[in-house]
T-cell receptor
Framework: EAQVTQNPRYLITVTGKKLTVTCSQN?????MSWYRQDPGLGLRQIYY???????DKGDVPEGYKVSRKEKRNFPLILESPSPNQTSLYFC????????????FGSGTRLTVV | GENVEQHPSTLSVQEGDSAVIKCTYS??????FPWYKQELGKGPQLIID?????GEKKDQRIAVTLNKTAKHFSLHITETQPEDSAVYFC?????????????FGTGTRLQVTL
C-alpha cells in the first residue's frame, strides 16, 4: 500500500531532550515536507526536501533540523525541544514537488513539558 | 508570500443540509487550489481540487468554485451525512518552477448532526 509512515504517533518529552520523528514513504517520491498543525493556525511548513541531500527552510524552521540521506526517509530532529514546539506534526510527500498528489502521514502528536 | 484565509472556523449543519466553506487568497500567481479533509486521528486527505483555468468542478456531493478576479474559492457539500464530519482545509499553491509551495487555510471543523 502506498503510504507515508511516521513514528512515533504520540510522544511526551521534557524540555531540552533531543528527539527525532521519523518519516518514510514507499512511493519513490522526490519531494518530502514537514508541517506542524496548531489550533487556529492551520498547517505550516517547517522544512522541505526536493531530493536526496537537498533541503530547505519552510515558513517556521526555527528549532528544527532535517536530513535527507535516502530518498525514502526524511527525519525531523528537535535538538533541544521547548514547550512551544508542542504540536501535531505531519510529514508529506509528492512525486516531484507538485502540489497535486500530496500524501500525508497520520501525524505525530508531540508534547514537550 | 501567499496568505490564505478560511471561514468559518466551525460549522454545524443538520444531516441532509448543504455546507459551504469559503477561502480567500492573496497572491494572484496561485494557480492550484486543493481541499483536504482531516478525520480524527488521521492526516489530511485530498478530496477535490481546482486549477485556475477552471471556474467550477464537481465530484458527486462535493463541488468547488473559483473566482480568480475576487481571489476566492469555496467548497460546497450537498446532502451532508454524518461521515462528512471532519476538519476541512483549503490551500493555494504557486508553482515556483522547481516545486509547488502549498499554503493552507486555518481549517473548518464541520459537524453534521442527526
Amino acid at each position: 500500500e502506498a503510504q507515508v509512515t511516521q513514528n512515533p504517533r504520540y510522544l511526551i518529552t521534557v524540555t531540552g531532550k533531543k528527539l527525532t520523528v521519523t518519516c518514510s514513504q514507499n512511493m519513490n517520491h522526490e519531494y518530502m515536507s514537514w508541517y506542524r498543525q496548531d489550533p487556529g493556525l492551520g498547517l505550516r511548513q517547517i522544512y522541505y526536501s526536493m531530493n536526496v541531500e537537498v533541503t530547505d527552510k519552510g515558513d517556521v524552521p526555527e528549532g528544527y533540523k532535517v536530513s535527507r540521506k535516502e530518498k525514502r526517509n526524511f527525519p525531523l530532529i528537535l535538538e533541544s525541544p521547548s514547550p512551544n514546539q508542542t504540536s501535531l506534526y505531519f510529514c508529506a510527500s509528492s512525486l516531484r514537488g507538485g502540489a497535486k498528489g500530496y500524501t500525508f502521514g497520520s501525524g505525530t502528536r508531540l508534547t514537550v513539558v | 508570500g501567499e496568505n490564505v484565509e478560511q471561514h468559518p472556523s466551525t460549522l454545524s449543519v443538520q444531516e441532509g443540509d448543504s455546507a459551504v466553506i469559503k477561502c480567500t487568497y492573496s497572491d494572484s500567481a496561485s494557480n492550484y487550489f486543493p481541499w483536504y479533509k482531516q478525520e480524527l486521528g488521521k492526516g489530511p486527505q485530498l478530496i477535490i481540487d481546482i486549477r485556475s483555468n477552471v471556474g467550477e468542478k464537481k465530484d458527486q456531493r462535493i463541488a468547488v468554485t473559483l473566482n480568480k478576479t475576487a481571489k476566492h474559492f469555496s467548497l460546497h457539500i450537498t446532502e451532508t451525512q454524518p461521515e462528512d464530519s471532519a476538519v476541512y482545509f483549503c490551500a493555494a499553491s504557486i508553482n515556483t518552477g522547481t516545486a509547488s509551495k502549498l499554503t493552507f487555510g486555518t481549517g473548518t471543523r464541520l459537524q453534521v448532526t442527526l
